[in-house]
């Protein structure tokens, strides 16, 4: 499976943007797929997940809960990230990136994931 994430750029505090990541390779209409981003001179973090288990639950960073929302296509074999009401500690790069498993407890863990994109920078200003 090879990840293409797109859709960063600069925006305003306050603004919004959203993220596409598109799958080829292989379908993953049964993988978990995920956002992780990277800010500045920090470690990688978990952002959002969206399971097959119950037709695709979503968990959220608190950070990021009630601002952006999770959302997949599995018919066009991609995984979107919108983003809303943005901050500066928004600004970072943003991964999109796939387990093969349907569900896992431990969706926030990097280290599940198989598959990774490139990654999109998103600055926020203030």
């Known amino acids: 499976v090879q990840l293409q994430a797109s859709g960063g750029g600069s925006v305003q505090t306050g603004g919004s943007l959203r993220l596409s990541c598109a799958g080829s390779g292989r379908t993953f209409g049964s993988y978990t797929l995920g956002w992780f981003r990277q800010p500045p001179g920090k470690e990688r973090e978990f952002v959002a997940a969206?399971?097959?288990?119950?037709?695709?639950?979503?968990y959220y960073a608190d950070s990021v809960k009630g601002r952006f929302t999770i959302s997949r296509d599995n018919a066009e074999n991609a995984v979107y990230l919108q983003m809303n009401s943005l901050k500066p500690e928004d600004t970072a790069v943003y991964y999109c990136?796939?387990?093969?498993?349907?569900?896992?407890?431990?969706?926030?863990?990097?280290?599940?994931?198989?598959?990774w994109g490139q990654g999109t920078l998103v600055t926020v200003s203030s």
């Open positions: 990136a796939a387990a093969e498993q349907y569900y896992f407890r431990t969706y926030y863990d990097s280290r599940r994931y198989k598959y």
């Open positions: 969206i399971t097959m288990l119950s037709g695709g639950s979503t």
